[in-house]
């Protein structure tokens, strides 16, 4: 499946402004916009969260990396492109967690 796709059948995050991703002692370590170029890393995100208890863990990230489908590919071969993207990978091979904040649009 696309990420188009997959899109499609992940729960809308338009309620939210942001999602914020904090570290093991809450400091934020990145922001998600609701804005254009960003919409479809908070959806995905927003949706991870939902399904692992409010974080992001290293099989989230692994999850995340499929939903991603050809973007994962194209950020593999272009690091720094998809940011959102080469936070998961990093994160899918790591053993931490990290906590979400939804900051409510």
Known sequence: MNFADRLQQLPSATHLAALRLLDADGQVIATIEN???QTGSLAVYAA??????GSITPAAARL??????????????HPGKHPNIDRLRAWAEGSTSYRTQAIAG
């Open 48 to 53: 991870l969260a939902a399904l692992y208890g």
């Open 64 to 77: 995340g990396l499929e939903w991603y489908a050809e973007h994962t590919q194209d950020a593999q071969a």
């Open 35 to 37: 804005k254009p170029g």
